[in-house]
């Protein structure tokens, strides 16, 4: 009886859970389009995500490099931007505010690249929402 209970209880949680990874799955592909990480790399490596959605206000990520050259990267809720940077060509300071999944700043004499990360496949895929 009380094998039978937990297999049932079990059961149910699983039901529970698939339920719930479908509705966030479903979620996530068709309705949630604003789901936006800036995502920078320094020398090709990661060096740190910011989940736009999370930002209530501007986050100031400042990335020390090699000798005494630094870039500073601000992000909110609506994009990111390069603010301060030790440069030679400050390419990546013109390029202005990205916005948009797919887009990116890249810094190329500092091997800084800030690009934003989503799910807005809907525009790659011609699907619209
Ligand atoms: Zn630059």
Redesign the pocket.
């Known amino acids: 009886m009380i094998v039978k209970l937990k297999k049932g209880d079990i059961l149910l949680l699983l039901i529970v859970l698939i339920a719930g990874i479908s509705y966030f799955g479903l979620k996530l592909l068709y309705k949630d389009t604003g789901n936006k990480t800036v995502v920078i790399s320094v020398n090709g490596k990661e060096y740190e995500r910011v989940d736009m959605r999370n930002l209530s206000s501007e986050k100031l990520i400042h990335i020390e490099l090699e000798e005494g050259r630094y ?1 500073d990267i601000k992000a909110d809720s609506k994009g990111a931007y ?1 603010s301060d ?1 030790v ?1 030679p ?5 013109k390029t202005g505010v990205i916005d948009r999944v797919g887009q990116s700043i890249v ?4 091997k ?1 690249q800030v690009f934003i990360e989503g799910n807005e496949k809907a525009d790659v895929d011609g699907v619209s929402q």
């Open positions: 870039i390069v940077v440069c060509d400050k390419i990546c300071q810094c190329l004499p500092n800084v």
